[in-house]
Nanobody, 115 residues
Framework: QVQLVESGGGLVQPGGSLRLSCAAS????????VGWYRQAPGKQRELVAA???????NYADSVKGRFTISRDNAKNTMSLQMNSLKPEDTAVYYC?????????WGQGTQVTVSS
């Protein structure tokens, strides 16, 4: 059974940076498209960024130019480098396949952007 564990969240000031990491158990992770999602209080979960097994990426318009998704297929890990963070980036961030697999949702990692 695949398990995904997110880490790297925290409190950061506007304009700051964070790097989120996702570690997956199970080799299937390395052969499917994966993504980072986020859910802010009172809002639906949304896709932030996705990357195919071959490295092709796409981003939500709200994070283009600020966030960078990457993956290491050999290690079954993925990352999200977040720069120029804004208060509206505050949310719980999750990793999952893309499109998401219900059974793979983890606890997520909280990102809070505030002065």
């Amino acid at each position: 059974q695949v398990q995904l564990v997110e880490s790297g969240g925290g409190l950061v000031q506007p304009g700051g940076s964070l790097r989120l990491s996702c570690a997956a158990s199970g080799s299937i992770f390395s052969i499917v498209a994966v993504g980072w999602y986020r859910q802010a209080p009172g809002k639906q979960r949304e896709l932030v960024a996705a990357i195919t097994s071959g490295g092709r990426t796409n981003y939500a318009d709200s994070v283009k130019g600020r966030f960078t998704i990457s993956r290491d297929n050999a290690k079954n890990t993925m990352s999200l480098q977040m720069n120029s963070l804004k208060p509206e980036d505050t949310a719980v961030y999750y990793c999952n396949t893309h499109p998401p697999t219900r059974a793979y949702w983890g606890q997520g990692t909280q990102v809070t952007v505030s002065s």
